[in-house]
């Protein structure tokens, strides 16, 4: 019981001071590929905190034991123990109702945000194969539209598509720097980051910090891409091509583009440069976002590991002599 409310505690503590503190740290600008392990991490420790914490109501600490007979038998006397009164299977089943709801809300999601995601681009590059025209640049499509814009589809091989009006308002070396930038998130594979973001924000709607998790992982990797495109070409002429592309790309919904929102602030990021943080502080924040992320499991594993003296047979049980006996669990006890 402890150990399931200790769980539920962390995920609460995650959701709220946790997500509050990270949506305003301001090193996430300078290192935005930790900011997205950070919030990846964040909210899928506190999915897993709390799915934990309804495997803690339901299955009672027991010695582990390397003979998987005597670790069953244990865990059935045990499991006869904890559910002799009614609270035990109240409780019991509390944590196992709480537990297959989240991992079911949660795969559902995830399956139906694919699903749709995969579908709008099937869809996309039919329409793509019927109106797009191979460009001269490798590897880019061109299609007619008034509108200066270019995005890429997710996947290896996939071409980067431009607009006739991209084309012609940009010079080389700014479309070359599109090019980088749409190239970084097909390499980073960063629609399935986004993906993954998003169908947490639509499992649990009303939860602030999950809506923060997918705004910052969307707007992050577009300064990951921008910090590729950089990597390449001028930052000011990184910059003259966001400005061109400000608006959002016609096909939004089934890819990521150079263009969209938050475009001023990146911009003004791309013009100031900011440093990127210290080896030392890159190497702290790792450490840490794996502590976040193994800390439920920690949890839950401590008291089975404490648990290594205890006697596991249930006093209740007697027989009509109490004689002593060898007990699944290795102690000896009135069996």
Known sequence: ??????????????????????????????????????????TGSAVASVVLGGVALVVPTVRVSADLSALLAACVMALRTTYAHP???????????????????????????????????????????????????????????????????????????????????????????????????????????VSLAGSLATAFPRIRAFRQGHEQVARLVELIADDAAAATSPRLKVAEALLTLAAPAPAAAAALGAGGSATAARIRRLIAAPAPISRARTATGMATIAVLAAFPLVLLAGPAAAASGWNCCPHNVAAADARPCPCPCGTACDC
């Open 1 to 42: 019981m402890i150990v399931a409310v200790a769980l539920l505690g962390y995920a609460a503590l995650l959701l709220t001071a946790g997500a509050a503190a990270l949506a305003r740290a301001r090193w996430a600008d300078r290192a935005p590929r930790l900011a997205v392990a950070a919030w990846l991490a964040l």
């Open 87 to 193: 609270g035990g299977a109240v409780m019991a089943g509390a944590g196992a109702v709480l537990g297959l709801a989240v991992i079911a809300r949660v795969t559902w999601r995830i399956a139906a945000t694919l699903a749709r995601a995969g579908l709008a681009r099937y869809r996309y590059r039919h329409t793509l194969a019927l109106a797009g025209r191979r460009d001269s640049r490798p590897g880019t499509v061109l299609v007619d539209h008034h509108q200066a814009a270019a995005w890429c589809l997710p996947g290896a091989g996939r071409p980067v598509v431009l607009t006739t009006a991209a084309a012609a308002a940009l010079d080389e070396v700014q479309l070359a720097a599109v090019l980088a930038h749409e190239r970084a998130h097909q390499r980073g594979h960063h629609h399935l980051l």
